[in-house]
């Protein structure tokens, strides 16, 4: 008896042997699984036992891929969220009522001031934005109705350095939490919640995945903070995609690799950049001319991230020149690249700010954002060089 084409659902009982297991993991592309009866479906929805039903409320390549990363942060829980504001968000929503309020850092991302002065205020939660590297002023803009502190632990673009465990001692006098996002510095830089934070959120998009192929989010944390955040996730729609899940298993497979080469060429390509005459300052917390060069030496256990920022003299001239000029430096406003990228903070990520919110910054139209890649020392400085030569 043969089967119809349209005769495909059920569809039939395959499943592969299992006498050998594959070295790569499965994707379960599955939206929703088929239970057994009654029973087995009323226990997995409730929660009383393990296994997947709807893949908004969990699936397998997710929860691989959080097990990995929860390890890499010591967590206690982790979770994968469709992208890094996603997760942003799932934390404000699992742990913010209206009334509330929140100190955000003045330099976080600017998507993520977005969503906390912007949006967050819509629902009567409040922010106050504060420069969280003064830990008096800090400390000030507490209140009793403050609930979260968000600061980044590496800022963007001026690579500022949040003192972890300060901060958190601030937050927790206030009897608030501490919520970092750890993008820039990644779990081989930074674990924040060794360091007493509650709660890290990181972009998986950037140099976890390292591929620019992926939109992803990761939020972790300690157990006390949990137990909003599954219905956080699965109830405002912030789960992941199952395939980009899968390309940030694999990416993360080389994360260690791809990052220390990083760190070690942004150090060099750093203290290149400092000796340059077309350059008025480069930024590095490797360099020993940082403003937190000692904290991040402490803190950091001597790498200093994969990010160099730097000024070109010439202004927004110099860095047209520049861009145009150095074809093997892609202008492209991410990071975490496996090639060598550049950003123009005053085209892109400061765009909304005005002309003197970026001046307060210190972010003009000569301030370029390096991404730096896993290329040899020497090609990533040749290419800087063809671009210094372009501005003279
Ligand atoms: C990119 C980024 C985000 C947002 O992540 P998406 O994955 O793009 O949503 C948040 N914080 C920082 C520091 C980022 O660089």
Same mark, same amino acid.
């Given at each position: ?111 993520? @001031?977005? =969503?906390?002065? *912007? ?9 106050? /934005? $504060?420069? !969280?590297?003064? #830990? ?79 939109? @992803?989010? =990761?939020?972790? *944390? ?9 219905? /956080? $996730?699965? !109830?405002?729609? #912030? ?154």
């Amino acid at each position: 008896m043969s089967t119809k084409p349209e005769d495909i659902c059920p569809r039939p009982d395959f499943l592969p042997p299992q006498s050998t297991e594959p070295m790569a993991p499965p994707l379960y592309t599955a939206a929703v699984y088929r239970c057994r009866d009654t029973a087995q479906a009323e226990a997995l929805l409730s929660g009383d036992s393990e296994g997947y039903v709807y893949v908004r409320d969990g699936h397998p390549n997710a929860d691989l891929l959080a097990e990995k990363c929860r390890q890499l942060h010591s967590a206690d829980r982790a979770t994968i969220c469709s992208s890094g504001m996603a997760a942003l968000a799932a934390a404000a929503l699992a742990h913010l009522s209206a009334g509330d309020e929140v100190v955000v850092s003045s330099q976080v991302y600017g998507r993520s @001031l977005s =969503l906390f002065s *912007g949006e967050l205020p819509r629902l009567g939660i409040t922010a106050t /934005a $504060v420069d !969280t590297c003064d #830990l008096h002023a800090t400390r000030a803009a507490c209140s009793k109705a403050t609930k979260l502190l968000l600061v980044e632990t590496i800022t963007n673009p001026l690579l500022r350095v949040s003192d972890i465990a300060a901060l958190a001692k601030v937050t927790h006098d206030a009897g608030a939490l501490l919520l970092v996002d750890n993008t820039f510095a990644g779990p081989l830089v930074c674990r924040p919640l060794e360091l007493g934070a509650d709660l890290v959120m990181e972009s998986l998009t950037k140099t976890m995945s390292g591929h620019s192929d992926v939109l @992803l989010g =990761l939020l972790c *944390g300690r157990e006390a903070t949990w137990s909003r955040v599954p219905i /956080a $996730v699965a !109830t405002w729609g #912030l789960s992941s995609a199952p395939f980009d899940c899968w390309l940030a298993s694999r990416g993360l497979g080389t994360m260690a690799l791809r990052v220390e080469r990083a760190v070690a060429n942004a150090q060099v390509a750093a203290e290149f950049l400092s000796h340059r005459p077309e350059i008025s300052q480069a930024l590095y917390p490797g360099l020993p001319n940082h403003p937190d060069h000692a904290l991040a030496r402490k803190q950091f256990a001597g790498r200093f991230g994969t990010i160099v920022t730097f000024t070109l003299r010439g202004g927004r001239p110099a860095v047209d020149a520049f861009i145009a000029a150095s074809r093997n430096i892609p202008f492209s406003p991410s990071l975490g690249d496996l090639c060598t990228t550049l950003s123009h903070p005053e085209t892109t990520s400061h765009r909304g700010l005005s002309a003197g919110e970026r001046t307060a910054l210190g972010i003009d139209g000569g301030t370029v954002r390096l991404s730096v890649g896993i290329e040899s020392s020497e090609a990533i400085l040749e290419a800087l060089a063809v671009g210094l030569a372009a501005v003279r």
